[in-house]
């Protein structure tokens, strides 16, 4: 499973606005596994076929756990 970790400050750093971001997961759609927004940032999961059969995927609420 890939990861990919945008937090407020990352999202800040990066000079990412909201439309990008949008236009980014509407271009992905194919990969995103699950998205979770919370205060503390933006945690979008996404799996190709190949790592989807080597990976079973994380429980969602440690991922939560550790934000």
Same mark, same amino acid.
């Given at each position: 499973m890939?990861?990919?970790?945008?937090?407020? +400050?990352?999202? +800040?750093?990066?000079?990412?606005?909201t439309s990008e971001l949008g236009n980014y997961l509407k271009s992905n759609t194919q990969y995103i596994h699950k998205?979770?927004?919370?205060?503390?940032?933006?945690v979008?999961?996404?799996?190709?076929?190949?790592?989807?059969?080597q990976h079973p995927p994380l429980p969602f609420n440690l991922i939560e756990n550790a934000l």
């Open positions: 890939r990861l990919l970790v945008i937090t407020c +400050y990352g999202l +800040y750093a990066l000079s990412l606005s998205a979770f927004l919370g205060c503390q940032g933006f979008l999961f996404y799996k190709t076929e190949q790592v989807k059969r």
